[in-house]
DNA sequence: AGGGCGAGCCAC
DNA sequence: AAACGTGGCTCGCCCT
């Protein structure tokens, strides 16, 4: 099927095309560029689609223009404008190019992406790309094939085709969508999400600062450390292995981040494995066993060189001399954010490596903000438990409070033991721990630890009631929803004993997990007014955290901001308990 | 050679 | 009897 569209190479026909669809409710949008990174690629093509036809800005084709400028300034101001509203699919990417290469935020943002995964509620096997969702609501198939073209000399008649076609379909797509959003009472989630799509291009677009120099410095210790503990492993391993050489000691000479061979060369020497060699199965035997102890130091060092290593480094963008990490949106089912490319949102928290992020150029400074037992005040809330309410409302220590009921003891009178078992008690009960799990997590027998929950829901009367009602909702309704009313729905074979109290652990935890997520995108929305205009750029979002960077002049004032917006977006889904946000000013991201 | 998968471990 | 949620990354291993 053929997409009429018109190319538009002046300044003239420029104008009059912004002219046009500024009367439009809404258009669609779509870019095509020479490749992803909006640093080092160039922006091609624009196009603008409003029902009676498609027009295709190519940007290289009027560069000398006489009326560009006047035109591009008509368009930018189209463009950052609430209506028309712009459609756009994954509009982030589009986005990031428009704001790099134009200068202007997009307004009115419909994200047929985000839309779809909101009506398919998490439904992580449906495909939610251009193509799928077309063929899925519009019955429609849409060629992708010119997507990986070359974007960057003359354009033929299948890439203009295809440009042009891309950006028509997302209009009837949003009519679709909408009838799915509305009739699924998403309407609000939704507004939620379009909202937090400009913050996400910003935070992508600034990049975190990671002093590679530093990195390195760090990486060469670890190298160093695990070379040593290899070689140290390798004899140890090597005890009872014939002696391979003339000289040195005997070497077991295996892999060592092999699961089989480890096991067999422990084996070897008669240590008493336990089902896996999982570090936790191991530890109680480092103890005893020398070689366990250096098996399981030889891991941490591998894992840091492996996963946070000198593939960090290669992240760096050889423009901005940062890292700018991809951020899915709508990583999990629950809403929450997820990262790639690298993954920033799970730096150890080591010191070593957490000093290496900062703010640059080195005057800049970071605030660190972050909400202070979000999900426990998520849960305290919507479980209406009075003893877990005024305990927040107290302003009292929530662990101290509980450790203080489970071992029947005062509040000053509580050990630090006791108050880091109740701090797991609590975060286990928001994941719907069981006692199986809780025992083995602390040490106690299952029939003690059987007895700690019971005390422990006997204190928190209503919060086990409301447990209970979320987890057989969620095995009734199939489906649980959050404060903004994000849906998250669950399938799960009902013969099936395991699936089904995985989905009562779901429907305890997908509340809480997606309201926090909810919040944060709230967060998210209010900072982008409130940063506006200043020297403020977020550089990275984890779960219940913002990081900011700030000139040092600006610190004071722009962490008050950040604290302010957080507990405001906090307090428009919590009522009766309050949202408590600490940050700190650092010149790194340690604390 | 390269994809899929599970184990292991990092974050929240 | 009952196995705490959400992700990403890297590795070895197995398959085609």
Redesign the pocket.
Known sequence: MNTHYQLVTNGEELRRAVDDLSTKHAIGLDTETTDLDPYTARLRLIQLASPEGVRIVDLHRFNEDVKRSEALASLRQMLAAPRPIKIAHNAKFDAKFIKHNLGVDIGGVFDTLLASQLVSAGD?EQRHGLEAIAGRYLNEAVDKSERLSNWEFELSEAQLQYAARDAAVLIPLRDKLIERIKSLDLVQCAQLEFECVMPVVDLELAGFYMKKERWLEQLAIVEKKRAELANELQEMLGEGVAQASLFGPPRANI?L?????VTEALNRLGIPLPD?????KLQPLAAQYPVVAKLLEY??MQ?AL??YGA?MVEFINPTTGRLHADF?QI????G?F??????I??????VEYRRCFMGHPEKRRLVIADYSQIELRILAEFSGDQAFIDAFNSGADLHRVTAAQVFNVSQDQVTKEQRDFAK?LN??VV???????FS??TGLS?TEA?DVLRRYFTTYHSLDAYLRESANRAVSEKQARTASGRLVRFNFDASDR?QI??TQ??GK?API?GTSADILKRALRLLRDDLRDTSAKIVNI????IVVEVDESEAESIAEKVERAMCVAGEEYLRTVPVKVESQIACEWAK
């Open positions: 992580i892999n981040d092999s699961q089989p061979q896996s060699t999982r570090n936790w891991r941490t894992k492996t996963s593939n899915r990583g999990a089912p629950t929450r997820a990262c790639t490319n690298p993954n949102q799970q730096v150890p928290h080591a797991r975060f286990g994941y719907g721990i069981g006692a199986q799990r083995m997590m299952v059987e395991q109290s995985m652990r779901n935890n997990q984890i779960h219940d955290e």
